[in-house]
T-cell receptor, first 115, second 112 residues
Framework: DAGVIQSPRHEVTEMGQEVTLRCKPI?????LFWYRQTMMRGLELLIY????????DSGMPEDRFSAKMPNASFSTLKIQPSEPRDSAVYFC?????????????FGSGTRLTVV | KQEVTQIPAALSVPEGENLVLNCSFT??????LQWFRQDPGKGLTSLLL?????REQTSGRLNASLDKSSGRSTLYIAASQPGDSATYLC???????????FGTGTSLTVIP
């Protein structure tokens, strides 16, 4: 398996534009997580899915953020409209089962810069 | 809410030294604890995972211990090498296993 795949690796966009980040979890993993990493706050959980259903989105900062998982092999995190304070590295992770003994596998991240 | 603290925030050691990184957490009702490595501009690589029922895990030169009752974990790196230079993050899962809470990391520099 190629691991968790995220795209794009880097994204530079202008304030006000829509940004869509993509994630392909490891096949067979039932849980998918979106994290955001900044220097100020470290890694923060934004939302997670179980079997394509959003379970906890309490970490989503505001209504400008939305996430979907239309099928078991694909998820998107959308920011509309984007703001400079959204600049961060966004990670996707997947896990086999709840409380997996193997922990989580992370993607390489998408570095988002909003100018 | 679980709070995870890592001390020190940065560490610089000469090559060959043994070193210990610390992680503490406020809620001992955890499912497991995972240590990650993050290289600059890269994602997170899992190093070791300790289940709540375990006391330690070893992989090569790395040894991680867990003391749930005191809310502490340590990552021991033996005979450090320049290639060990990275940021090390510990993450603690909730007792339902559905959330990981991350520490802010320890930035390690091993000087040749």
């Amino acid at each position: 398996d190629a691991g968790v795949i995220q795209s794009p690796r880097h994204e530079v966009t202008e304030m006000g534009q829509e940004v869509t980040l993509r994630c392909k979890p490891i096949s067979g993993h039932d849980y998918l997580f979106w994290y955001r990493q900044t220097m100020m706050r470290g890694l923060e959980l934004l939302i997670y899915f179980n079997n394509n259903v959003p379970i906890d989105d309490s970490g989503m900062p505001e209504d400008r953020f939305s996430a979907k998982m239309p099928n078991a092999s694909f998820s998107t995190l959308k920011i509309q409209p984007s703001e400079p304070r959204d600049s961060a590295v966004y990670f996707c992770a997947s896990s086999l089962i709840l409380g997996s003994p193997y922990g989580y596998t992370f993607g390489s991240g998408t570095r988002l810069t909003v100018v | 809410k679980q709070e995870v603290t890592q001390i020190p925030a940065a560490l610089s050691v000469p090559e060959g030294e043994n070193l210990v990184l610390n992680c503490s957490f406020t809620d001992s009702a955890i499912y497991n604890l995972q240590w990650f490595r993050q290289d600059p501009g890269k994602g997170l690589t899992s190093l070791l995972l300790i289940q709540s029922s375990q006391r330690e895990q070893t992989s090569g030169r790395l040894n991680a211990s867990l003391d749930k009752s005191s809310g502490r974990s340590t990552l021991y790196i033996a005979a450090s090498q320049p290639g060990d230079s990275a940021t090390y993050l510990c993450a603690v899962s909730s007792n339902t296993g559905n959330q990981f809470y991350f520490g802010t990391g320890t930035s390690l520099t091993v000087i040749p």
